[in-house]
């Protein structure tokens, strides 16, 4: 298990700020709110997310006493599939119990372990059932390593992402290429990338879960989808301007 993915875990643990602005929380009807690991290896990450919103630990708060209905989905190419299946079948062995109240933790958050390769990502994403501009949420450890990945990565997050999208990398610099890539080519595929680890070091509430990150070089980005709208507005604001 890489370090990052023990940072991004605590980020979104002790952090609620993410959720706040996914459809789970925004829609009075609170559809479910997806979360998709990219490049999950043993699945730490995934599975770990989907036992808090299991628990309440994530979703829940005082005015909502029943989380807004989550899945999971924890996914990788087919040489590793195999033990990041058998790591989900060791921690959650069983099926879910039929629950006659229709509130049961097991019936209002799922869990699934699917084939995603960046390179065909619509043919698997439809096997999957995972429809496109879907998932509310994307994260991601040390999946930029290799130049050659980043662009099919970003071709594939645009493709599961929608309006209210947001990302979240934790990545440690492996290859200062792939890197840099990501940063030039992120707003072609309508994403605006920040990096928030300095944000994330300096706050108090949040120092105790993931100081250790610094220390290790470790950098938390967050990716928002841009509002084509709203710039093709200001650009045209901005011609009608320079025209007078």
């Known amino acids: 298990v890489w370090e990052t993915s023990y940072l991004l875990l605590n980020y979104l643990l002790a952090s609620n700020e993410w959720l706040k ?7 009075s009807v609170s559809p479910t709110r997806t979360v998709l690991e990219i490049g999950a290896g043993c699945g730490m990450l995934g599975l770990t997310l989907h036992k808090a919103f299991a628990l309440g630990i994530l979703g829940g708060g005082s005015d909502t006493p029943i989380a807004p209905p989550s899945r999971v989905v924890v996914t990788e190419t087919s040489e590793v599939l195999g033990n990041l299946r058998s790591n989900m079948e060791r921690n959650f062995p069983s099926p879910p119990i039929p629950c006659s109240t ?11 372990v699917e084939e995603l390769d960046w390179t065909r990502y619509e043919d698997d994403c439809a096997k999957a059932g995972i429809e496109a501009h879907s998932v509310d949420c994307i994260v991601g450890t040390d999946v930029v390593f290799s130049t050659r990945f980043v662009l099919p990565m ?3 997050m645009q493709f599961l992402s929608n309006s209210h999208t947001q990302i979240y990398l934790c990545l440690q610099e492996r290859c200062v290429d792939s890197h840099r890539l990501l940063w030039e080519k992120a707003p072609s595929f309508g994403f605006c990338a920040k990096d ?21 070089d470790c950098k938390l980005l967050k990716l928002t989808v841009v509002d084509q709208n709203s710039d093709k507005t200001k650009k045209k604001k901005k011609k009608k301007k320079n025209s007078k």
Do not use: K, N, P
Not at 21 to 27: I, M, Q, R, Y
């Open 21 to 27: 602005s996914t459809t789970g929380l925004d829609s």
């Open 102 to 112: 229709g509130t049961s933790a097991e019936q209002h958050h799922q869990l699934s």
């Open 154 to 156: 970003l071709e594939t």
């Open 196 to 216: 928030i680890s300095e944000q994330v070091y300096s706050d108090v509430a949040l120092a105790e879960a993931c100081r250790f990150g610094r220390a290790l």
